[in-house]
T-cell receptor
């Protein structure tokens, strides 16, 4: 069964600095990968997804992620963060043909002025 | 119009009570889900329905009973509420899993059992 590990529970960064949120998944079969963002007291919003094709995926709000099959990773990056990026970020994965999405534990991104 | 709407947004109730949470989606999606987010923000799937048919039931106590009257609605009824049921419950829907659309989430229902 698929499992997802987000390697950092909290990531503090300064405003306008770059950030990387790390995510590893377990399954070696064909997989769909997603990043979601949850702002305080809100639901989850899709940032980006990888289904197939180019390993570099661009999403909303200036975020991008790179699929690395050999490392079974799907790290999220942003070159310059803003205060408004403060939120909880979730990586999720599903094996193709599976009925459910499995989430990582979440990474809290805190932006300091 | 909200794509996936849940009611109520907040629910405070006493132990032992029975309560329901409602979910509706206007996206025309075939599949709907209930997820539970615990105090540590961990998200775990509870149930999934596809065209009113239960397809996932993840080791959830039978005090929890989902009901899908049509493919646009998936309600969650909880009997004999316990303190450990306190969490945020999210409803979600998806277009068609094989296409990898991912989910559209509702804004959540924060359940507090006292």
């Amino acid at each position: 069964a698929q499992s997802v590990t987000q390697l950092d529970s909290q990531v503090p960064v300064f405003e306008e600095a770059p950030v990387e949120l790390r995510c590893n998944y377990s399954s070696s079969v064909s997989v769909y990968l997603f990043w979601y963002v949850q702002y305080p007291n809100q639901g989850l919003q899709l940032l980006l997804k990888y289904l197939s094709g180019s390993t570099l995926v661009k999403g909303i709000n200036g975020f991008e992620a790179e699929f690395n099959k050999s490392q079974t990773s799907f790290h999220l990056r942003k070159p310059s963060v803003h205060i408004s990026d403060t939120a909880e970020y979730f990586c999720a994965a599903a094996d193709q043909g599976a009925q459910k999405l499995v989430f990582g534990q979440g990474t809290r991104l805190t932006i300091n002025p | 119009d909200t794509a996936v709407s849940q009611t109520p947004k907040y629910l405070v109730t006493q132990m032992g009570n029975d309560k329901s949470i409602k979910c509706e989606q206007n996206l025309g999606h075939d599949t709907m889900y209930w997820y539970k987010q615990d105090s540590k923000k961990f998200l775990k799937i509870m149930f999934s329905y596809n065209n009113k048919e239960l397809i996932i039931n993840e080791t959830v106590p039978n005090r929890f009973s989902p009901k899908s009257p049509d493919k646009a609605h998936l309600n969650l009824h909880i009997n004999s509420l316990e303190l450990g049921d306190s969490a945020v419950y999210f409803c979600a829907s998806s277009q068609g899993w094989s296409r990898g659309y991912g989910y559209t989430f509702g804004s959540g229902t924060r359940l507090t059992v006292v």
